[in-house]
Nanobody, 123 residues
């Protein structure tokens, strides 16, 4: 598994962004995949995760109803659609592939990490 996150950028409050996480080695189709984020001076926190087939998802309370995680295994890609963004969403967003096939909200359940993509929300 080799993950590449993209799609970050600068957006105004209330706006939307869609992040993508591609597995260039085309091997994470059996893995749960999650998104985490790390704001300035903060811990890396769970955002959302999806099971291997997209059938199960989980979200942090802070993003429920605003963010949607999905995957297209034919394209080896997991997406994070983010809407109603606010300045508190500003962070580097990381995607990660788990050792198992379900979705998980703990960093310790993830084995492979991408390099991160910066999301900045201006007020």
């Amino acid at each position: 598994v080799q993950l590449q996150a993209s799609g970050g950028g600068l957006v105004q409050a209330g706006g939307s962004l869609k992040l993508s996480c591609v597995d260039s080695r085309r091997t994470f189709t059996n893995n749960g995949v999650g998104w985490f984020r790390q704001g300035p001076g903060k811990e890396r926190d769970f955002v959302a995760a999806v099971s291997w087939n997209g059938g199960s998802t989980g979200y942090a309370d802070s993003v429920k109803g605003r963010f949607t995680i999905s995957r297209d295994n034919a394209k080896n890609t997991v997406y994070l659609q983010m809407t109603s963004l606010n300045p508190e969403d500003t962070a580097v967003y990381y995607c990660a592939a788990a050792g198992g096939s379900y979705y998980y909200n703990r960093k310790s359940d993830y084995r492979y990490w991408g390099q991160g993509t910066q999301v900045t929300v201006s007020s």
